[in-house]
Structures are given as structure tokens and as C-alpha cells.
Antibody
Framework: QVQLQESGPGLVKPSETLSLTCTVS????????WSWIRQPPGKGLEWIGYIYYSGSTNYNPSLKSRVTMSVDTSTNQFSLRLSSVTAADTAVYYC??????????WGQGTLVTVSS | QTVVTQEPSFSVSPGGTVTLTCGLT?????????PSWYQHTPGQAPRTLIY???IRSSGVPDRFSGSILGNKAALTIAGAQADDESDYYCVLYMSSDIYVFGTGTKVTVL
């Protein structure tokens, strides 16, 4: 059974860079697309982007200028960096695997708060 | 910018049937959008229900079904149970290989 676990700081200061890592266990990161999704408090889910195991990426146009995703196949991990954060970036961040045009395995999510 | 719209809320009686829809502010939803549906209870990981319009994810009971109704994607819950009370989101695959979540529907069973 594939499992995903997000990790990273729970508190980030405004204007700094949010960094999260997703560790994949129970399966290989190879040959799949991997995604980040977030949910601000009281709001809906938002797709941030995806990365292929080879490193190719595609991002939500509304976040594209601030998002960078990377993958490390040797450690079965992929990562998210979101720069110049503001309070609007406060959210629960989820990592997930893409199956057939859909997200088939999800992490439990991690809350990141942007505050000084 | 195209927005994926869903009903804000629905109420259904136990044992009843409810159909949630997923539309576009501009244009029609088709199978080419590969609609998928997710159940999300706050504090938990979202659960994948339906992918590529009407394929049930592993372990999802057959009272959940997906379809295209008119110009929208639809999720039907038949024989609603108390633990179906949750938020439901659709996701559409759009041009330029991006995915967009719908606005979400809160389903209450009472």
C-alpha cells in the first residue's frame, strides 16, 4: 500500500519561502506524477502543481511565479517550495500521487501557518 | 479564468439519493475533462471516489456513481448513509495539462 507523508516547518514568516517534503513509502516514485494540493482555512481545495519522476513540472498558473517542485528518486521524495509567502498561503498542504488523470493516494496533510 | 462550479450545499435524508454536479463557467464538461470526485472530511486525507468520469476507486461502494449529465459531470449518492456526510470536490483536467478543483459541495445527511 502506497503511503505519503508530508514534513516541514509548521510556521513560516511572511516574505520567506515555504518548504515541504513528501516521503513516499510502499511503492516507487518512478513512473508516476506527484502533486501538491492545499486547503486554506474555511476554503476549498486548490491544486498547486505536479512533478513527474523525471523532473518535468506543471504548475497552477496563479502560483506559477512562486512555485518550484523537485524530486529525488534516490530517497523516494519530492518537494515543494513556495516563495514570498503571505498570510493567504496559510493552509493545510497535501501531497498526492497521480493515477489515471486523478489523485489516487494522499498524504494526511500538514498545516503551514504564515505569521511573524 | 474558468471556474469549476459546484453546488455549495445539499441535504439528503438517510436512504435517499442526491446528485451533485460539476460545471464550467465557460463551456461544457465532457469526458475529455476526465472528471474525478473526492470525499473530504476535515482533518482527514481526501478519499478518491470516482476517476475518468465513472470508474469507482478501489473499495468505494457502488452506491457512488459518476456520469455526465447534460453539460456537467455528476456524482450520485444512492441510499445515503450518515457517514456520507462530508465535503465533495470534483477535479477537471483542463488544456495546458492543468487540473482545477471545483468549489466543493457540503453534503448533510439528516
Amino acid at each position: 500500500q502506497v503511503q505519503l507523508q508530508e514534513s516541514g516547518p509548521g510556521l513560516v514568516k511572511p516574505s520567506e519561502t515555504l518548504s515541504l517534503t513528501c516521503t513516499v513509502s510502499g511503492g516507487s516514485i518512478n513512473n508516476y506524477f506527484w502533486s501538491w494540493i492545499r486547503q486554506p482555512p474555511g476554503k476549498g481545495l486548490e491544486w498547486i502543481g505536479y512533478i513527474y519522476y523525471s523532473g518535468s513540472t506543471n504548475y497552477n498558473p496563479s502560483l506559477k511565479s512562486r512555485v518550484t517542485m523537485s524530486v529525488d528518486t534516490s530517497t523516494n521524495q519530492f518537494s515543494l517550495r513556495l516563495s514570498s509567502v503571505t498570510a493567504a498561503d496559510t493552509a493545510v498542504y497535501y501531497c498526492a500521487r497521480f493515477g489515471l488523470y486523478s489523485l489516487d493516494y494522499w498524504g494526511q496533510g500538514t498545516l503551514v501557518t504564515v505569521s511573524s | 479564468q474558468t471556474v469549476v462550479t459546484q453546488e455549495p450545499s445539499f441535504s439528503v435524508s438517510p436512504g435517499g439519493t442526491v446528485t451533485l454536479t460539476c460545471g464550467l463557467t465557460s463551456g461544457s464538461v465532457s469526458t475529455s475533462h476526465y472528471p474525478s470526485w473526492y470525499q473530504h472530511t476535515p482533518g482527514q486525507a481526501p478519499r478518491t471516489l470516482i476517476y475518468t468520469t465513472n470508474i469507482r476507486s478501489s473499495g468505494v461502494p457502488d452506491r457512488f456513481s459518476g456520469s455526465i449529465l447534460g453539460n456537467k459531470a455528476a456524482l450520485t449518492i444512492a441510499g445515503a448513509q450518515a457517514d456520507d456526510e462530508s465535503d465533495y470536490y470534483c477535479v477537471l483536467y483542463m488544456s495546458s495539462d492543468i487540473y482545477v478543483f471545483g468549489t466543493g459541495t457540503k453534503v448533510t445527511v439528516l
